[in-house]
């Protein structure tokens, strides 16, 4: 089992910059990958970023690219998304997944393949 606590979120302009948190605890987590995600009202969940944790190889939406980058501390279990230049259109609910995998296959982009999620934080960007 593995349990995902994401912190972070709150009320930001446009422009300026917000970190996200994702604590992981679990006796195996360490052999997923943590992946982002957000959903805005109304629309489906989509991928924002993803890494997996023993080789910290990374995957970004396009949309994501340059702005948001994410990270790990391996010692204190927790991944992070540094959001900066955040625009209107980022605002959602951002949640932190474990998995990744599907049949031996890394999908990092499919909400398909995460086993855990966490419970989200709320993102809001004014313009």
């Known amino acids: 089992q593995v349990q995902l606590v994401e912190s972070g979120g709150g009320l930001v302009q446009a422009g300026d910059s917000l970190r996200l948190s994702c604590a992981a605890s679990g006796r195996t987590f360490s052999s997923y990958a943590l992946g982002w995600f957000r959903q805005a009202p109304g629309k489906e969940r989509t991928f924002v970023a993803a890494l997996t944790w023993i080789s910290g190889i990374t995957d970004y939406a396009d949309s994501v690219k340059g702005p948001f980058t994410i990270a790990r501390d391996n010692a204190k279990n927790t991944v992070y998304l540094q959001m900066n230049s955040v625009k209107a259109e980022d605002t959602a609910v951002y949640c932190c997944?474990?998995?990744?995998?599907?049949?031996?296959?890394?999908?990092?982009?499919?909400?398909?393949?995460?086993?855990?999620w966490g419970q989200g934080t709320q993102v809001t960007v004014s313009s």
């Open positions: 997944a474990a998995g990744g995998w599907y049949s031996g296959t890394y999908y990092p982009k499919t909400p398909n393949a995460y086993n855990y």
